[in-house]
């Protein structure tokens, strides 16, 4: 069984056949999807489509690229939301600095970030972290104001460097497509050092179709080639990878 960690079905890419994606991934052995809001609208979405779907589960937050819309209510809207049994993590919030140049703006993001970690915190829920270029922040923030909380890195695209640091805080790393493309860069090493417990596979669809499906709209099903792109630099079998990411998957969402 595989357990897609991340993704987002309630996205318009899905609007027309949602229904057969869902089919494809449980044809697929992909039993289970954790689908997350990037903004007030689609945590809404999404936990619907949760109560909605036996096999969805939901996280809600706001997205370092969503920060308007956050407001000083946000958190309670996204604490009411989390009341459902189906929601199962706040997320996803972090930081995003690739387009966002401006220092205040990127300082708006963090005071966001910290606010959605708290908002964790009173609801004892775990949290999907999102870092694009801004792994320097989002690791001093971790350390300093999640040192309590559980969670992932999702996407993972740091340095092995930066990787050990996280496990230390027994945070884990999501893996999607990128580790299959030739640039992938350092995520190969960082994957073949990760502690079996500290690993996720998902997909982020529609985004990030991973080989042989790259340049095509991304669904939970290609979650499969994730794994097998995992066992082959870990020197596992698919089996086992699709065994132990799961596990991680239940023990961090609860699901």
């Known amino acids: 069984m595989f357990i897609d960690t991340h993704c987002h079905l309630e996205d318009e890419n899905f ?51 969503e920060i308007d819309d956050f407001n000083a209510d946000t958190c309670n809207r996204l604490a009411e939301l989390a009341a459902s049994e189906k929601v199962v993590a706040v997320g996803e919030i972090g930081l995003d600095y690739h387009w966002e ?23 004892n829920l775990p949290v999907c972290v999102h870092d694009r270029d801004a792994h320097a922040d989002t690791l001093r923030i971790l350390q300093t104001e999640a040192r309590d909380l559980r969670g992932v890195l999702h996407c993972y695209s740091g340095s092995p460097e930066t990787a050990r640091e996280v496990w230390k805080l027994g945070w884990l790393i999501g893996v999607d497509g990128p580790l299959t493309f030739k640039n992938s860069a350092k995520l190969p090493e960082v994957v073949k050092a990760a502690p079996r417990d500290m690993l996720l596979i998902e997909t982020d669809a529609p985004y ?45 969402y609860g699901i």
């Open 208 to 252: 990030l179709a991973p080989v042989p499906h790259r340049g095509k709209r991304n669904e939970p099903a290609f979650v499969v080639e994730v794994a097998k792109k995992l066992a082959t630099l870990r020197n596992e079998s698919v089996e086992e990878v699709a065994a132990y990411t799961a596990a991680n998957a239940r023990r961090l």
């Open 101 to 123: 140049k401006d220092a205040d703006r990127r300082l708006v993001q963090q005071k966001v970030f910290i606010a959605q970690l708290d908002l964790a915190r009173q609801l």
């Open 15 to 65: 609007f027309t056949d949602r229904a057969d994606v869902l089919q494809r991934a449980k044809a697929a052995g992909v039993e289970q999807i954790i689908n997350f809001g990037s903004t007030f609208q689609s945590s809404v979405a999404v936990s619907e489509l949760a109560k909605n779907f036996p096999q969805l589960f939901a996280g809600v937050g706001i997205h370092p690229e």
